[in-house]
């Protein structure tokens, strides 16, 4: 989740060095969002930061309060920077090498690779609100997800440097 009131403008690289180095097949990044009835959303209301009271954008994907480190466009450049970071094919391609078998790393690759495909389609069911329709498919697809064949769990890779050039936003 980005948008924490600590986070700055390194946020971002960090947060997608790390789940590339741990070797992570997915990864699904959210804007932090007030929402209305939470005490975060009372917190932000008192302080005056929020941005506007359009609940269509309420998504996590859009900015709907004011963050205390970064412009709300750097804020949402930042978000969808580490999205296209985490799927650059070098990265998948990084994070499947932390995988101790050859089974696992073409595992990683075609999950990640498949994942990426196809997040237009999910990002249309997401919009669509057709997402309740999906969890049998699902499901089945992540049935016995993080286990190799022998059904042990998958191994920590160590951490690594993975460098990368920091987003930019016109604030």
Known sequence: VFGMDEDDKSVFARTVDWAVNQGIETATFHILTPYPGTALYQRMAQAGRLLHS?????????????????????????????YKEFYRWSAIWQGAQSKSTLWGQARHFAYAAGWKKFEPLW???????????????????????????TGQPTRQPPLSQHDKTQPTATA
């Open 54 to 82: 359009d609940w269509d954008r309420y998504d996590t994907r859009q900015v709907v309060f004011q963050p205390t480190q970064l412009s709300p466009e750097q804020l949402e450049t930042g978000y969808w920077w580490a």
């Open 123 to 149: 990002d249309f069911v997401i919009r669509a609100k057709q997402v309740t329709h999906t969890l049998p498919i699902l499901e089945s697809i992540l049935a016995g997800f993080g286990r190799l064949a």
